[in-house]
T-cell receptor, first 113, second 114 residues
Framework: EPEVTQTPSHQVTQMGQEVILRCVPISNHLYFYWYRQILGQKVEFLVSFYNNEISEKSEIFDDQFSVERPDGSNFTLKIRSTKLEDSAMYFC???????????FGEGSRLTVL | GESVGLHLPTLSVQEGDNSIINCAYSNSASDYFIWYKQESGKGPQFIIDIRSNMDKRQGQRVTVLLNKTVKHLSLQIAATQPGDSAVYFCAERPFSGGYNKLIFGAGTRLAVHP
């Protein structure tokens, strides 16, 4: 069964460092998303991406965040200068159509020290 | 119900019983609702969805009920099994949200005891 894959599964970084989280969405999907979940809390929308541009972003997705689909298969989330409060599980998701059945990856846990 | 931080509400049931997980959503303009299951260390997994023009939808062992009058959503799981143990999230899509900007609820932990 096709699945969304994410790397790394866990990354530990120092505050102020840049981090890139990588995702390979399901191959024929067209819409891509990043969500995050701070430990024990709600899953929160960060950004949606379609047709090689951001469709929508949340207040969390400030200038420190960026997304890219560099090669037609990978979908990356970059945090330019990490803060302690960026520590969370980051989930990539994709969907074929404009529909709620998002397919989530298993997440990348980011720990900022 | 809602929760703060790590203190998720927990529903404990015996294997074989039926489970009902409730969710209050926030936006009366939401037109689409989804239930997700999240097992420990994994991403949310789609269970069932319902559009705002419906009040009930059934899947395999699961039923979702929508009451728009009181902005309430419930997930019923029949004959609950140990593999159903997980955190369950409801999510809503505000009509103006677009492109799957889902708003997730706080989650309910379901613990199934043999």
């Amino acid at each position: 069964e096709p699945e969304v894959t994410q790397t790394p599964s866990h990354q530990v970084t120092q505050m102020g460092q840049e981090v890139i989280l990588r995702c390979v969405p399901i191959s024929n999907h067209l819409y891509f998303y990043w969500y995050r979940q701070i430990l024990g809390q709600k899953v929160e929308f960060l950004v949606s991406f379609y047709n090689n541009e951001i469709s929508e972003k949340s207040e969390i997705f400030d200038d420190q965040f960026s997304v890219e689909r560099p090669d037609g298969s990978n979908f990356t989330l970059k945090i330019r200068s990490t803060k302690l409060e960026d520590s969370a599980m980051y989930f990539c998701a994709s969907t074929l159509q404009y529909t709620g059945e998002l397919f989530f990856g298993e997440g990348s846990r980011l720990t900022v020290l | 119900g809602e929760s703060v931080g790590l203190h998720l509400p927990t529903l404990s049931v015996q294997e074989g019983d039926n489970s009902i997980i409730n969710c209050a959503y926030s936006n009366s303009a939401s037109d689409y609702f989804i239930w997700y299951k999240q097992e420990s260390g994994k991403g949310p997994q789609f269970i069932i969805d319902i559009r705002s023009n419906m009040d009930k939808r059934q899947g395999q062992r699961v039923t979702v009920l929508l009451n728009k009058t009181v902005k309430h959503l419930s997930l019923q799981i029949a004959a609950t099994q140990p593999g159903d143990s997980a955190v369950y999230f409801c999510a809503e899509r505000p009509f103006s949200g677009g492109y799957n900007k889902l708003i997730f609820g706080a989650g309910t932990r379901l613990a199934v005891h043999p």
